[in-house]
């Protein structure tokens, strides 16, 4: 024994790790399918084997070789139009989504920073929307205002927003309160840079991973818009009036409606599954 060993040792102190935030495998698979989707989205005028709005073959007939996923109760081929159903409500759905983001992004951030009155007021308006059943009110204005794609992409706009005024707002009177904030504030830093370089890019993780997590929401609300016929009239390839159309027909030539829903089924599965990854990524949870 030594003496050093006869010396109590102060304890020392363990030295902490950040925690490393991951992204499992389920999240890459939403990615991946987001990527793909998107794809298909956008080349989907290219990738159509056929013509999806002119009759091709007879009716009814099974998938083949010639005709993937076969034909309609009219006879035009079901996989262009799947293709162009994906093209129509993937778009929509992200044309409202990235509106409403950005409006309401700019609503709460501006009822955040300023506060006082206008926070007052901001908040009664957004609340006036959110008490509402949004979506069913745009099912009803849409179906005063008479079926389209535009009505429906402007009306869900409309009532989408608030949510992402909420948050951001939230966020923004949140990060107010940190030491680095203050900071910049007692510098003499302008109002505008504030908010723009030292709020907004705090706030912007939670708006995202709202925003990819509610592209299955929009995507359904379309979905089912267009499965009451507020959508695009006939004969517009839409998921959601694809499958209305043919659900007579589901004991019998199952591939007709089964194959639209399947499309809107992964279309929501791989926007759920991204959000849930990048909720993980940027929260660490």
């Known amino acids: 024994m030594t003496t050093t060993d006869l010396v109590p040792q102060a304890d020392t102190p363990t030295r902490r790790y950040p925690r490393r935030r991951t992204i499992g495998w389920s999240a890459w698979i939403g990615f991946a399918g987001i990527l793909l989707i998107t794809l298909i989205a956008l080349l989907a005028p290219w990738l159509t084997p056929y013509d999806p709005y002119l009759r091709v073959g007879d009716a009814y007939l099974p998938p083949s070789q010639s005709h993937v996923f076969g034909t309609d109760e009219v006879g035009r081929d079901l996989l262009s139009r799947i293709l ?25 951030a501006l009822s955040g920073a300023i506060g006082g009155k206008t926070d007052f007021v901001i908040q009664r308006v957004v609340d006036l929307f959110l008490v509402f059943p949004g979506t069913l009110i745009a099912f009803a204005v849409v179906a005063v205002l008479g079926p389209g794609l535009l009505n429906s992409i402007a009306t869900l706009a409309i009532f989408w927003w608030p949510w992402y005024a909420r948050i951001s707002r939230d966020e923004i009177r949140r990060l107010r309160t940190r030491p680095h904030f203050e900071a910049a ?101």
């Open 84 to 108: 162009a159903g994906v093209q129509s409500t993937w778009l929509a759905s992200a044309a409202v989504i990235a509106f409403s983001l950005l409006f309401g992004t700019l609503i709460g």
């Open 185 to 285: 504030r007692l510098a003499g830093v302008g109002h505008c840079r504030l908010l723009l370089v030292h709020l907004l890019p705090g706030a912007l993780p939670s708006l995202i991973i709202a925003a990819t997590l509610d592209v299955s929401n929009m995507i359904m609300a379309l979905s089912v818009m267009s499965f009451l016929g507020l959508g695009q009239p006939a004969p517009s390839a839409e998921l959601g009036a694809m499958t209305a159309r043919s659900l007579d027909s589901l004991t019998v030539f199952w591939w007709i409606p089964i194959l639209p829903a399947s499309a809107l089924l992964l279309m929501s599965l791989f926007s759920n599954l991204a959000g849930d990854g990048l909720r993980a990524a940027l929260k660490g949870t």
